[in-house]
T-cell receptor, first 111, second 111 residues
Framework: NAGVTQTPKFQVLKTGQSMTLQCAQDMNHEYMSWYRQDPGMGLRLIHYSVGAGITDQGEVPNGYNVSRSTTEDFPLRLLSAAPSQTSVYFC??????????FGPGTRLTVL | GENVEQHPSTLSVQEGDSAVIKCTYSDSASNYFPWYKQELGKRPQLIIDIRSNVGEKKDQRIAVTLNKTAKHFSLHITETQPEDSAVYFCAASDAGNKLTFGGGTRVLVKP
């Protein structure tokens, strides 16, 4: 089991560029979510999904889109990158009402 | 929505002493309370969790207590060791798996 994987590990964007952060899990988990972690702070929920075809907004969804076409994958799209989106992004997955397992993170810098 | 507050933000202890981190939550519907440890540059890793039907749970040197009436829960680390130095996050979740994190506690164990 690879668990939760994320690509890329590092990314530098210019303001206004778009990109997709990839997340995949091989544990057949129904629940997947995206968090951002700013320096010295906790994790804030961006978007989450309770199953294929179902997504919903978290605490800080503005500027991000998600889709869930398969159980395994949950990509996060930045539509038009802004410096305020400089952060570390973590994807997580779990079974219902169970422990969430985190991916290794993507460190994003927007210039 | 749920709000989780965590104290203290930093904690320095002598090796061998105990460390206590406290969290309060606002939503009485929350029923799952995990604790994560995050080392520098790494992903959050679950160290212990507790559900609302249990008042206390122990795993070797780590214990968590939950007071549902007061809506607070605490992490206790006994006989601290240098490898316990990290940032610890509490979180609260309802049955929908949406985790709300506290702001984190940076623990430093001095040899």
């Amino acid at each position: 089991n690879a668990g939760v994987t994320q690509t890329p590990k590092f990314q530098v964007l210019k303001t206004g560029q778009s990109m997709t952060l990839q997340c995949a899990q091989d544990m057949n988990h129904e629940y997947m979510s995206w968090y951002r972690q700013d320096p010295g702070m906790g994790l804030r929920l961006i978007h989450y999904s309770v199953g294929a075809g179902i997504t919903d907004q978290g605490e800080v969804p503005n500027g991000y889109n998600v889709s869930r076409s398969t159980t395994e994958d949950f990509p996060l799209r930045l539509l038009s990158a802004a410096p305020s989106q400089t952060s570390v992004y973590f994807c997580a997955s779990s079974s219902p009402a169970d422990t969430q397992y985190f991916g290794p993170g993507t460190r994003l810098t927007v210039l | 929505g749920e709000n989780v507050e965590q104290h203290p933000s930093t904690l320095s202890v002598q090796e061998g002493d105990s460390a206590v981190i406290k969290c309060t939550y606002s939503d009485s519907a929350s029923n799952y309370f995990p604790w994560y440890k995050q080392e520098l540059g790494k992903r959050p890793q679950l160290i212990i969790d507790i559900r609302s039907n249990v008042g206390e749970k122990k795993d070797q040197r780590i214990a968590v207590t939950l007071n549902k009436t007061a809506k607070h829960f605490s992490l206790h680390i006994t006989e601290t060791q240098p490898e316990d130095s990290a940032v610890y996050f509490c979180a609260a979740s309802d049955a929908g798996n949406k985790l709300t994190f506290g702001g984190g506690t940076r623990v430093l164990v001095k040899p």
